[in-house]
């Protein structure tokens, strides 16, 4: 018997409205800025999990790949033609940080605000 569900995924960022517009235009969906708490922004994305993205005065984003520095969570986002989506992604801002072995069926990305996130290939 679980404890709790999932609610939603939140992401710190430098920007919320930004970096909810990058992931709404990758994933589909709406951003909602909170009316009372503006910053803070609330993405539904149709058929998924929500996402959301918090104001972080000093935001500082993780290192990938680094050892010493945890990137602290990931997203893997799941497609079906890798180069076109690399395309999209790179298009909205995304930096690559781990593309270039073009064998394997994933591949590794920064979003605007630095944290990882993978496109899978399905």
């Not at 018997?1 to 939603?8: I, K, N, P």
């Not at 970096?19 to 803070?40: H, I, K, M, Q, R």
């Not at 500082?60 to 690399?86: C, G, M």
């Not at 992604?89 to 993978?118: I, Q």
Request: with cysteine; aromatic share 8%.
């Amino acid at each position: 018997m679980a404890l709790a569900e999932l609610g939603v995924v939140v992401l710190d960022c430098p920007d919320p409205r930004a970096l909810a517009g990058f992931y709404a235009e990758v994933l589909g969906g709406t951003a909602e800025v909170n009316s009372e708490d503006p910053a803070w922004v609330d993405l539904k994305v149709p058929g998924g999990p929500a996402l959301a993205f918090q104001a972080a005065p000093g935001f500082v984003p993780p290192r990938w790949p680094a050892p010493d520095h945890s990137q602290q969570f990931h997203l893997d986002l799941t497609v079906q033609d890798l180069d076109a989506s690399e395309r999209g992604v790179l298009a909205l801002g995304a930096k690559p940080l781990d593309t270039e072995d073009r064998s394997r069926n994933w591949r590794v990305y920064a979003d605007p605000a630095g944290h990882p996130f993978c496109l899978c290939a399905c």
